[in-house]
C-alpha cells in the first residue's frame, strides 16, 4: 500500500587519508577513545548489514559511487582503494562505525551506529569493510541467462528481484498508519501515488507504490481502515506543552544542518540527501507525536529502520521536530468525499479491499492471515534485522 520513509539515514563512511586537511587527517591513536572490538568479525554477515545501512551512500562495492554519494561534501570514501584503506585500522573503522564521523574529528555525515547495531555486528562491518580493498581475480565474463545464475550471484539480484512464489517486504508495516500518518494526506496518496524515498522503503530496492486507480469510495474505504491501524504506545500527551517558536525552529535547523548533518539523507526543499524522505512532505504527511516517537528511537517503531539512534536528548526532539515542522511546504491534502457509508461500512470494504488488491504482497499487516501468506525475510536479510 503506503511507501513512505521510515528512515532518516544510510552509513556515510568517512575514512581519513594523509593528504587531506587536518579535519580527515589519519587520527592518531590517542585520539581514538577506547572501545574495544568484542569478537573477530563475520563479514559474511557484515555483507548483509553494509547493504542495508551503508550502500545507499558507498555503493555495493565500496567504492564510494551509492545513490546518495552525490549529494555529500565530502564524498564517501571509495573503500576498494587499498592504497587509501592501509591507514585505516580494525579499531580505527570500529569506533568511526560505533561512534561516527566527529568522534575523529571526521564529518558528521557518517553518523554513529553503536546505539542501532550490536557490538558483535559492528565487528562483522569491520570484517567486511576490509575485504573491499582486497585484490579480486579478474574473471572472463560472458553474457548470463537470469535462469542460469549461480547463488553466488543471486545476493546482487535480490535487491530487485524475488523468486516465484516467493513474498518480501518491501514496504512498510500497516499496522499504526492510524498514530503515523494525516487522514487526508491518506486519502490523497492512495488517489495519486508519490515516491516519498527515492532509494526505496527497503534501501537500493528504489520500491514505489503503484497507481491503482481507486475510485474516491475506494480510497476513502482504505483510508477509514488504515486509520484503525494504531501504536497505543504513541500519544499526543508525550508532547506535553510543545509548541514551534522562532527559537526552537533556529536551534532545530542548527541541529539539523550543523551538528548531527541530516541534510547528508533528507532534502529540504531542493537541497540535501536522497536517502531519506524530502522533509518538506512531513508535516501534512506525519503526526507530530510520531516523528517525536521516531527521533526518540528509531529501531522502536521499525527494528530494521535504517536511520541511525542518534540518542536525541528531549529538548533536541523537540527542537528537531519544530524545525520540520516549520519548513513545511505544498499544498494542503484533498478533502474527504461525503458518502453515505457509515465509517464502519467503510473500514469493512477498506479490509477488503487489502485483500483484494494484495497489499500483504508487498506491505506486512496483521489480519488474521496465515504465517504463509505474510512477506518473509530471506536468510540474508533476517541476518540485518537480528540482534547477535
Not at 91 to 97: A, D, G, L, N
Not at 264 to 292: F, M, Y
Not at 338 to 364: F, S
Request: glycine content about 6%.
Amino acid at each position: 500500500m503506503i511507501l513512505f520513509i521510515t528512515a532518516l539515514f544510510i552509513s556515510v563512511f568517512v575514512l581519513p587519508t594523509p593528504a587531506k586537511p587536518k579535519s580527515s587527517q589519519t587520527p592518531k591513536s590517542s585520539q581514538a577513545p577506547k572501545s574495544a572490538i568484542v569478537q573477530k568479525g563475520d563479514p559474511s554477515k557484515g555483507q548483509a548489514l553494509f547493504r542495508h545501512y551503508c550502500a545507499a551512500c558507498h555503493g555495493l562495492s565500496g567504492k564510494g559511487d551509492g545513490p546518495n554519494a552525490e549529494h555529500l561534501d565530502p564524498r564517501p570514501a571509495d573503500l576498494s582503494d587499498a592504497e587509501y584503506m592501509a591507514s585505516a585500522t580494525e579499531q580505527t573503522i570500529f569506533t568511526v562505525i560505533e561512534r561516527g564521523g566527529p568522534a575523529l574529528d571526521l564529518p558528521a555525515t557518517m553518523p554513529m551506529w553503536g546505539k542501532t547495531v550490536t557490538k558483535e555486528q559492528i565487528s562483522d562491518l569491520v570484517a567486511y569493510v576490509q575485504t573491499l580493498s582486497k585484490e579480486r581475480p579478474l574473471k572472463k565474463t560472458s553474457p548470463t541467462r537470469l535462469e542460469n545464475l549461480q547463488p553466488v550471484g543471486e545476493s546482487e539480484c535480490r535487491i530487485c528481484h524475488v523468486k516465484q512464489g516467493e513474498r518480501r517486504q518491501i514496504a512498510p508495516d500497516l499496522d499504526q498508519e492510524g498514530s503515523k500518518l494525516n487522514k487526508n494526506w491518506v486519502y490523497s496518496f492512495l488517489k495519486k501515488p508519490t515516491k516519498i524515498r527515492p532509494v526505496g522503503y527497503m534501501p537500493l530496492t528504489k520500491s514505489a507504490m503503484p497507481n491503482f486507480q481507486f475510485s474516491d469510495e475506494e480510497a476513502l474505504s482504505l483510508t477509514e481502515f488504515l486509520m484503525t491501524k494504531v501504536n497505543p504506545k504513541i500519544s499526543r500527551m508525550m508532547l506535553g506543552d510543545f509548541r514551534v517558536t522562532p527559537e526552537s525552529v533556529k536551534e532545530g535547523k542548527k541541529l539539523f544542518e550543523e551538528v548531527y548533518s541530516c541534510d547528508g539523507c533528507h532534502q529540504v526543499g531542493d537541497k540535501g540527501g536522497i536517502v531519506g524522505p524530502n522533509l518538506t512532505q512531513a508535516g501534512s504527511r506525519l503526526r507530530p507525536e510520531w516523528i517525536a516517537t521516531w527521533l526518540k528511537n528509531p529501531q522502536s517503531l521499525r527494528p530494521d529502520s535504517p536511520m541511525p539512534n542518534f540518542g536525541f536528548q528531549d529538548h533536541e526532539i523537540k527542537a528537531l521536530l519544530a524545525y520540520i515542522l516549520s519548513v513545511a511546504e505544498g499544498p494542503p491534502p484533498a478533502s474527504l468525499p461525503v458518502t453515505a457509508k457509515t465509517p464502519r461500512e467503510l473500514v469493512e470494504k477498506g479490509k477488503m479491499l487489502v485483500r483484494d488488491k494484495n497489499c500483504g504482497g508487498c506491505h506486512l499487516l496483521e489480519m488474521n492471515h496465515e504465517a504463509e501468506e505474510k512477506p518473509q525475510r530471506t536468510a540474508e536479510e533476517q541476518a540485518v534485522y537480528s540482534k547477535n
